[in-house]
């Protein structure tokens, strides 16, 4: 069992705990907070918190996290955009959508799914029962390119060039309004948001975060780049194009909360992937072209010249 420490701010104050333990707790609904309340897992100065009791914005809470219950993953006929395969890695082009792994909210229907019926049990173990073969994530709402190890030894040779940037992935996206040069280099850590912890932010604490960004052309009111990790961070572009002042079009999390018509979740898309072949040494590079929905944003922003 976990126990977190929460200290609520002054802007909480009047918040009902319930719902503010929703807000800062990642993965967790109000009714599972409801749950942890009614099982006396709150706590104020020692003593259990009803659901509906609201914060004064100066208490200090603490919560008790029961132990994760293991999930398995199945294998589950779902179509696969398979753009390169051998022995030893499989590489798909993810639609917007489709969670990678199995996790609480998503316990099946997931990349890992449709690859476990794919590959059967060709799989790298290194991930762990819910993520096999799963080298590196792509957020639910963004497409395009991941690679997934089907033995041990890709998976660890793959896991290798990631931390030595041999393992190269290239993003397209739009981004809101008009970036000033014409390249340049977002070097900031990324860390939890101190506040919603459901967000990622930069944070003076976090992790190194590397994003190099190239202008491929420019429309009023908006910027189509292309992006290169050096670093892989959760929600990286995304937040790193959010603290240049241009969030990344139809990013609800970290831009404008309105969704844009035509448009799910975020116009970013992997459209590059580059590696060394774990077993025969030799460069691998392959692309995937922009969905139709990218295209057709697009397609508006020229209309609009």
């Known amino acids: 069992m976990e126990t977190l420490t929460l200290q609520p701010n002054k802007d909480d104050a009047g918040k009902r ?9 990642p993965d967790t609904t109000r009714s599972a907070a409801a749950r942890l309340l009614e099982e006396g897992s709150v706590l104020c100065a020692g003593k259990p918190l009803a659901k509906n009791y609201r914060l004064t914005g100066d208490e200090t809470v603490e919560v008790s996290l029961p132990d994760p219950v293991p999930l398995d993953a199945a294998p589950q006929d779902i179509p696969l955009d398979i753009v390169y395969e051998d022995g030893d890695v499989i590489v798909v082009n993810k639609p917007k959508g489709l969670v990678v ?28 029962a819910l993520r096999p073969g799963i080298v590196h994530r792509i957020d639910r709402d963004t497409s395009g390119l991941i690679i997934a190890a089907k033995n041990d030894f890709a ?7 990631l931390q030595d940037h041999t393992l190269a992935r290239t993003y397209q996206c739009v981004v809101t309004g008009n970036l000033r040069e014409d390249s340049g280099t977002v070097d900031a850590p990324i860390g939890r948001h101190p506040v919603d912890r459901k967000k990622m932010a930069v944070v003076a ?12 052309a420019r429309y009023p009111g908006f ?8 670093t892989g961070r959760t929600h990286q572009i995304r ?11 139809g990013d609800t999390v970290y831009g404008a909360k309105k969704p844009v018509p035509g448009l799910q979740g975020q116009c970013l898309h992997a459209v590059g992937l580059r590696f060394v072949h774990p077993r025969t ?25």
């Open 101 to 128: 792994h199995p996790a609480p909210g998503h316990p099946d229907g997931t990349l890992v799914n449709a690859l476990l019926y794919h590959c059967g049990d060709s799989l790298s173990g290194v991930g762990g």
């Open 17 to 25: 705990i319930d719902a503010w333990l929703a807000s800062v707790l």
């Open 281 to 305: 040494g030799e460069m691998v590079e392959l692309s995937c072209p922009l969905p139709e929905e990218f295209r057709e944003q697009l397609r508006k922003l020229e209309a609009r010249m």
């Open 223 to 230: 910027t189509y780049v292309e992006c290169r990790l050096e």
């Open 155 to 161: 998976h660890q040779k793959l896991a290798a060039q």
């Open 205 to 216: 604490n976090g992790r190194p975060a590397v994003t190099h960004w190239t202008v491929l």
């Open 239 to 249: 937040v790193h194009m959010a603290y240049l002042g241009h969030p990344i079009l």
